[in-house]
């Protein structure tokens, strides 16, 4: 059964039937009729954070690869390939017949508009892909890019994701993010005009950050116009920064049942309507993954987090109040 928040939980919650929190299988499916299913692509794209425009480092917990597959940058694999090939495996073992082309490695508006329309061009010319999903930085929209996204919705499913990992400018800096929360609530309520479905993406466990730092992220979220969220856990991968503090004893990952108590208090605070495409982050197959261990096990989290929510009795927007703020 998939899971998706119902407004009306008082009535499912007497009758042992309570929706606990709106998922995103269940949300492509309100709209289909059907199972869709996310393709990740590589574009080739690079990233500001890596190509010396901001900096060379990049963001503490990404490695070479920009947490993609690397099909593309990697092994040269085009993107109608990438797309047939990923397709031939997701209908044999999923059955889904329906796709949203998910241009996931690194920043994917980092380029000349006409470049960007010919790769979701591209993506898009596959009669069996009914959505495209971008993923960015708030750093990297402007006007004509999001115009050519807009230009899409007719036709199309459009999310535009945009990773922020943290509503604290502190963390920022310290994970070398290479812009502040005010240059994503201003990437956000621009896009919200040209009618976009925005996703956020979120890190828990982040170096400095307490369970207070992490709740006032999503209060944040709650303020602005944004459709959806990725909540992510932080791991460690080799040839990632984080790698380095990490062998150094710098860095503390979160154990499996914090993670889960902590993912429960923040979906508690995000308003009912919102989409979460993501509970956990798992590595990309091919990473070597440092810690913690059990980021594999990811059907494991979440049958807990299915459990945790029961045991709880709590779900998405328990705690949400509209006046929410950052403060």
């Not at 899971?3 to 039937?17: D, E, G, V």
């Not at 425009?53 to 917990?61: A, D, E, Q, R, Y």
């Not at 949203?100 to 979701?120: C, D, M």
């Not at 990952?253 to 923040?266: K, P, S, T, W």
């Amino acid at each position: 059964m998939h899971i998706y928040l119902i407004r009306n939980w008082k009535k499912l919650l007497a009758s042992n039937m309570m929706i606990r929190y709106r998922d995103f299988s269940g949300f492509l499916y309100e709209k289909f009729g059907q199972r869709v299913h996310k393709i990740a692509l590589d574009a080739g794209f690079t990233c500001p954070n890596r190509d010396g425009t901001i900096s060379t480092k990049g963001c503490i917990f990404c490695d070479k690869l920009g947490s993609g597959t690397g099909a593309f940058s990697q092994r040269g694999i085009s993107i109608p390939k990438q797309i047939s090939q990923a397709k031939a495996f997701i209908q044999k073992r999923y059955k889904a017949h329906k796709f949203i082309a998910y241009f996931q490695s690194f920043t994917n508006t980092y380029g000349p508009v006409e470049r960007l329309k010919h790769l979701y061009d591209m993506a898009l010319s596959d009669s069996d892909v009914v959505g495209i999903s971008v993923g960015t930085r708030p750093d990297c929209i402007n006007e004509d890019i999001l115009a050519l996204l807009a230009s899409y919705k007719q036709k199309y499913m459009v999310w535009l994701e945009f990773g922020l990992q943290s509503a604290n400018d502190e963390t920022l800096r310290r994970i070398n993010r290479g812009h502040d929360v005010a240059c994503f609530e201003k990437a956000v309520l621009l896009a919200a005009q040209f009618g976009l479905s925005i996703c956020a993406h979120v890190i828990l466990g982040l170096p400095g950050e307490g369970h207070d730092e992490m709740m006032k992220t999503a209060r944040f979220l709650s303020t602005l116009p944004i459709q959806g969220v990725k909540i992510h856990l932080l791991y460690v991968v080799e040839d990632s920064p984080l790698a380095e503090l990490y062998r150094k004893g710098h860095i503390h990952c979160l154990e499996r049942e914090e993670y889960v108590e902590l993912l429960l208090d923040f979906l508690e605070l995000l308003p009912p309507t919102m989409v979460i495409q993501r509970l956990t982050g798992d590595p990309p197959k091919g990473s070597k993954l440092l810690a913690p261990q059990w980021a594999r096990e990811k059907m494991k989290t979440l049958n807990l987090i299915k459990n945790r929510l029961e045991e709880r009795n709590t779900w998405q927007g328990k705690r949400y109040r509209r006046s929410s703020s950052a403060a």
